[in-house]
């Protein structure tokens, strides 16, 4: 009977790293699909310059960065897969181009319907990640 109840004990700490290890891995590939999603918006929304103060040598954003940045965000969140199961929201969106390096920040939050761990240790529902571009001057002295 000893051996048994060791025997089983074994099995279910097995099961119990098993399962660990697979929901880290859906973790880890959540929290890096909204990584890929929010360098996306940025890029996508730094791009959105106004092209007649470019030629004069300011960096001007447009009013539509923002409006970029929500469409692909309602877009990946009925088409993905990965962000289906949840609320995908645009937590800030910062585009500042007064400075002397413009740029173009971009916060990102997931909130999963469930658990992304099952066991009952671990609870955590939301990911967020922040993306900034920044476009750096470089002034020639010669």
């Not at 004990?9 to 890096?32: C, E, H, P, T, V």
């Not at 960096?59 to 309602?74: E, K, M, N, Q, T």
């Amino acid at each position: 009977m000893k051996v048994f109840i060791v025997s089983f004990g074994i099995i279910i700490m097995q099961l119990s790293g098993i399962i660990f290890a697979s929901d880290l891995f859906r973790y880890n590939n959540a929290k890096f699909r909204l990584k890929l999603l929010a360098e996306e918006c940025a890029a996508g929304c730094a791009v959105q310059y106004d092209d007649d103060e470019y030629e004069n040598g300011n960096i001007v954003f447009r009013g539509d960065a923002a409006s970029y940045a929500a469409d692909l965000i309602s877009y990946k969140s009925a088409h993905d897969p990965a962000f289906m199961n949840g609320t995908l929201q645009l937590l800030s969106f910062e585009a500042e181009s007064d400075t002397d390096s413009p740029y173009v920040a971009v916060s990102l939050s997931y909130t999963a319907d469930r658990d992304y761990f099952r066991l009952p240790i671990i609870n955590e529902h939301t990911i967020s990640h922040q993306s900034k571009y920044e476009f750096v001057v470089i002034e020639d002295d010669t």
